[in-house]
Every structure is written in C-alpha cells, then in structure tokens.
C-alpha cells in the first residue's frame, strides 16, 4: 500500500461525497473543506472496519497510519504482511480470500519471488514467479463476489506471450467481468519509473461481454522527469476519460442493447471504444490498445518525381553558377 495514498483519498472524496452544504467551510486562502458530519453515523464502520491497507516495510506503516489519521480514520487496519507470501493465510485468513468490497492498487511494477515463500492459492492461479501477475491474481481472490477493483499494471501485463500471461488474463476475461482498460502513456510515473502502464477496472464473477478501452495520451503535466503542469488544450486527458467512463458504465447499468452502446463506442479510432470478448479471445487474450485501435491516416501528395529532379537540377545549376561567381573573384 505504500503510503497509503489510495485509502487517504477515498477518504477525501468520501467526505466530499457526504457533507452538508451548512458544514462546509472556507479557509483563508479559498481552500473548501469537507468535514463529511453525514458520515455521523457510519462512523465507527469508517474507523475501525472500512480501510485495510497491508506492506512489510515498517516506514511505510509509520507513514501510512499518520496519513489515515491526519484523514479523520484513527483505527484504520494498518497492517505488516507480505500480501504474496504464503503467511498472509494463517495471518489475515478472512482477508485473504472473498473479503473485500473494493481494491484500488498501484503494485510494483516488476519482481521475482521465491515460489517456495508465495501463497500456493495464488499459484494455482497462474503459475508464475513474476510479481506484478501475482498481485493482479492476489487482488482478485481477496474481491468478494461482484467486488469492483481498480489496478495500475505494466504494459506488459496486457500482452506479454507467457503461458501465465495469458492464463492469467483468460481468467479476468472469461471467468470475470473485465470492464475497462485505461492505456496511460510512459512518463506519468517518472521520475520513479518509466514504463508505460494500464489501469484495469474489473468485477470479479460473471463474464465479460466486451472491453472499454480508452487511450489517454496526456495527464495535465509534462512526461519528462519534471512533471510540471501544463496547460491549453490537448494536455489533460483525464477529464474526457472519467465523462467516457461514466456515460459507458451507465450504458452498461441499463442494459443498453449493444447497437446503442457501438453507436457510441464502437468507432476504434476514437480514444474511447469498445471490443467484443470473442475478438480478445482469438487473440491470444491480448488487452494491449494498440492491437485493436484504428489509426487513420492521412494521405499525402506528392509532385511527380520529374518534377522534383528538374528543380534539384536547377537548384544544382544555381549553385555552380554561384561558384564560377566566387572563383572569379579570387
């Protein structure tokens, strides 16, 4: 969980969500603040049942129980365990598996683990030592059924050819419900990472119908190390990608035929668009954008090449004309 950063915000945006409008207030400098008081009554559930954050780094729980309590969340479940390791099912036996409502991960990117030391449960899931699908394997056991989930994996999570690649996205496509991929471009980790990255949103049960793809190409700030914010048109995607998102999932809620829900979505070369499951099937389950957006491209004209010879010529005939000038001065 890192420092926690996920939770501290769902905590922001739950309070945001529920604050009556009497209770907000305004700081000095314009700040609004949201004390969430329509939380009142849930508020023992909030602080003592409703964050689990889990890491075996010591400052990283230091950190992160600060952070939830700077948040209003006292009793948040601040945790030490390796959530891979095959001691998290004599530790958090009930946490492990069919517990949790929502997931909201940013895992490591890449890793190796010992097979002997990994959760043998995870295993049976994908067969692989390789961290970043262990996590997306871990996050989908500890989902309860119809448990919603959102996790940002490498590129290569998406089409990497491996047998436990595409084992492990056959099970998020045919035994799951795999909503939406959002492609991120490659600088919005920098300067810590800069690899290129996807968001997946995914339910755990069901089936999946057909994937929400969409194609974010800028975040509001630059991809270089910097990351300074940028602004004019074109440089933030983010906005136009919640809007998609938002007016898709409501498509999707209310069994909108599929005709409606192409008529929207279903133009490739778009940034937001649509595929059938069967077409993720037959290639080899592969969820990497690029494989299905359509780039249309643009026809260029050229003048015939007797044409551009005959300029070169004269352009040639310039030159040594220039030159004889230039010699004769000497």
Do not use: C
Request: hydrophobic share 40%; charged share 25%.
């Amino acid at each position: 969980m890192g420092t926690a950063g996920f939770l501290a915000r769902t905590m922001e945006y739950l309070n945001r969500k529920h604050s009556s409008p009497e209770a907000i207030w305004q700081d000095e400098e314009g700040n609004q603040h949201y004390p969430g008081d329509l939380l009142e009554p849930y508020r023992e559930h909030v602080n003592d049942d409703m964050f689990w954050g889990l890491d075996f780094d010591t400052t990283m729980l230091r950190v992160s129980s600060m952070n939830m309590m700077l948040h209003g969340v006292n009793g948040s479940n601040i945790v030490y365990q390796d959530t891979l390791n095959k001691s998290i099912r004599e530790n958090f036996p009930k946490q492990e598996e069919n517990f949790f409502d929502v997931i909201l991960a940013n895992p490591p990117f890449k890793g190796s683990l010992d097979e002997s030391n990994t959760n043998p449960e995870l295993l049976s899931m994908v067969k692989t030592k390789k961290t970043e699908l262990l996590f997306v394997a871990h996050i989908l056991r500890s989902l309860k059924l119809g448990g919603r989930a959102a996790v940002i994996v490498p590129d290569g999570v998406l089409f990497g050819s491996s047998k436990a690649h595409q084992q492990l996205r056959k099970e998020l496509v045919d035994n799951n419900q795999l909503e939406g991929i959002i492609s991120l471009p490659s600088g919005v980790f920098k300067p810590y990472a800069g690899v290129s990255t996807a968001i997946l949103l995914f339910t755990k049960g069901g089936t999946t119908d057909r994937v929400w793809f969409y194609d974010l190409q800028a975040d509001g700030l630059s991809l270089d190390d910097k990351r300074t914010p940028l602004k004019g048109e074109g440089t933030n995607d983010l906005p136009d990608a919640i809007a998609k998102w938002k007016a898709y999932r409501q498509l999707v809620l209310d069994n909108a035929p599929a005709e409606q829900i192409l008529e929207q979505f279903g133009d490739k070369t778009q940034k937001a668009f649509v595929v059938d499951s069967a077409d993720i099937a037959s290639n080899k389950y592969d969820l990497s954008i690029n494989r299905y957006k359509e780039v249309v491209y643009e026809e260029e004209q050229y003048e015939d090449p007797k044409i551009i010879l005959g300029k070169l010529m004269a352009l040639e005939n310039e030159i040594m004309a220039d030159l004889k000038e230039l010699e004769g001065m000497l």
